[in-house]
């Protein structure tokens, strides 16, 4: 049981620049969702699902996008990168009991 | 909206020490209450929750007690260890269909030896 994986584990990129986040969970959880954290400003949902083929936005969505195909994955897309979008980035999926289980990180940095 | 208010760090305490971090919320409604910790460099994992008022949530020597009076949802723990060292954040999940989730900023706790 892998719980769940994120990749890349850490990323540069140019200011306009895209990039794909992939998170993974083998949980066969309904529930995912994408947070970016950020230095005195605890962790901000950017999109969730509930379900696949779901989605919806979040507090800070701006600048990102989000698909999930298939149960087991939930992608997090950055179409044209900004500074403002250098964070750590975590995905989570939710059981039942509403307990959430976080991958270990996407560390993003945007010159 | 909903949110969720923890106090600020970091905390530093000595081994054995007694460590509280005060959290409140604002919701609609009961939410459930939840506490999280992050270990450097890893991700977040539930310490323990709480899905109504007066419940006491529990695991490795800490506590929580729901108040829905003082809508308040306070971590204690009586010794504290070296290892307990971590960023504390306090989170709420909200009533609607949805279930979003709120977190707190996080406390930032550094135990000595």
């Known amino acids: 049981n892998a719980g769940v994986t994120q990749t890349p584990k850490f990323r540069v990129l140019k200011t306009g620049q895209s990039m794909t986040l992939l998170c993974a969970q083998d949980?066969?959880?309904?529930?995912m969702y994408w947070y970016r954290q950020d230095p005195g400003m605890g962790l901000r949902l950017i999109h969730y699902s509930v379900g696949e083929g779901t989605t919806a936005k979040g507090e800070v969505p701006d600048g990102y996008n989000v698909s999930r195909l298939k149960k087991q994955n939930f992608l997090l897309g950055l179409e044209s990168a900004a500074p403002s979008q250098t964070s750590v980035y975590f995905c989570?999926?939710?059981?039942?009991?509403?307990?959430?289980?976080f991958g270990p990180g996407t560390r993003l940095l945007v010159l | 909206g909903n949110s969720v208010t923890q106090m600020e760090g970091p905390v530093t305490l000595s081994e054995e020490a007694f460590l509280t971090i005060n959290c409140t919320y604002t919701a609609t409604g009961y939410p459930s209450l939840f506490w999280y910790v992050q270990y450097p460099g890893e991700g977040l994992q539930l310490l323990l929750k709480?899905?109504?008022?007066?419940d006491k949530g529990s695991n490795k020597g800490f506590e929580a007690t729901y108040r829905k009076e003082t809508t308040s949802f306070h971590l204690e723990k009586g010794s504290v260890q070296v290892s307990d060292s971590a960023v504390y954040f306090c989170?709420?999940?909200?009533?609607?269909?949805?279930?979003?989730?709120?977190f707190g900023a996080g406390t930032q706790v550094v135990v000595t030896p």
């Open positions: 989570a999926s939710r059981d039942t009991r509403e307990t959430q289980y």
């Open positions: 949980m066969n959880h309904e529930y």
């Open positions: 989170a709420l999940r909200s009533t609607d269909s949805w279930g979003k989730f709120q």
């Open positions: 709480a899905t109504k008022a007066d």
